[in-house]
């Protein structure tokens, strides 16, 4: 026998002694939770998630439908969730100045109006804008960008009893 296959067989017995394991073997796993398990789990919460996100849409659209909201709606959106064009363009434009000087700036673009611009004003509040930033406001949202009011036209009992 030779030295290298005596050393070979020394470093097999002294192996061979020693109970390693293997490091597949330290990797596995006493957990109760499967990874399949939890992937089923994960699909089922969104499935039921979008369940009742379109189920929930369609109980608030067939109230709106059917007459059940306590209060009528005050103008008509569009599918855009802002006001209705034809409701935007029936806002009264008026020209800045004189008595109209209530305002100073149009608090959507921030800049200050001018002698004589057109102002575009929300009748419900008196709030002014530039006919341009309100369009663009109400094309988006459903209510004045300066005191958040959802009405934009006073009702027409108020203004028979302001006018008689």
Same mark, same amino acid.
């Given at each position: 026998?030779?030295?290298?296959?005596?050393?070979?067989?020394?470093? $097999?017995?002294? !192996?061979?002694?020693?109970?390693?394991?293997?490091?597949?073997?330290?990797?596995?796993?006493?957990?109760?939770?499967? #990874?399949? =398990?939890?992937?089923?789990? =994960? *699909?089922?919460?969104? *499935? *039921?998630?979008?369940?009742?996100? &379109?189920?929930s849409?369609?109980?608030?659209?067939?109230?709106? +439908?059917?007459?059940?909201?306590?209060?009528?709606?005050?103008? &008509?959106?569009?599918? &855009?969730?802002?006001?209705?064009?034809?409701?935007?363009?029936?806002l009264?434009?008026?020209?800045?100045?004189?008595?109209?000087?209530?305002?100073?700036?149009?608090?959507i673009?921030?800049?200050? *109006?001018?002698?004589?611009?057109?102002?575009?004003?929300?009748?419900?509040?008196?709030?002014?804008?530039?006919?341009?930033?309100?369009e663009?406001?109400?094309?988006?949202?459903?209510?004045?960008?300066?005191?958040? #009011?959802? $009405?934009?036209?006073? +009702?027409?009992?108020?203004? $028979?009893?302001? !006018?008689?």
């Amino acid at each position: 026998m030779n030295l290298l296959s005596y050393r070979r067989s020394l470093l $097999q017995e002294e !192996n061979a002694g020693r109970d390693l394991k293997s490091p597949a073997a330290s990797f596995t796993t006493t957990s109760p939770f499967d #990874s399949s =398990l939890v992937l089923t789990v =994960l *699909f089922f919460m969104a *499935f *039921f998630s979008l369940y009742i996100r &379109r189920f929930s849409n369609i109980s608030n659209s067939d109230e709106s +439908v059917s007459g059940r909201r306590d209060s009528p709606p005050r103008f &008509r959106t569009s599918k &855009r969730d802002g006001v209705d064009a034809s409701t935007v363009r029936s806002l009264p434009n008026v020209p800045y100045g004189g008595d109209s000087k209530i305002w100073s700036e149009c608090s959507i673009c921030l800049s200050e *109006f001018e002698e004589r611009e057109t102002v575009t004003v929300i009748p419900y509040c008196r709030h002014g804008f530039h006919p341009m930033c309100i369009e663009t406001w109400l094309s988006s949202h459903v209510s004045c960008p300066l005191c958040r #009011s959802t $009405q934009l036209f006073p +009702v027409a009992d108020d203004v $028979q009893a302001a !006018n008689g």
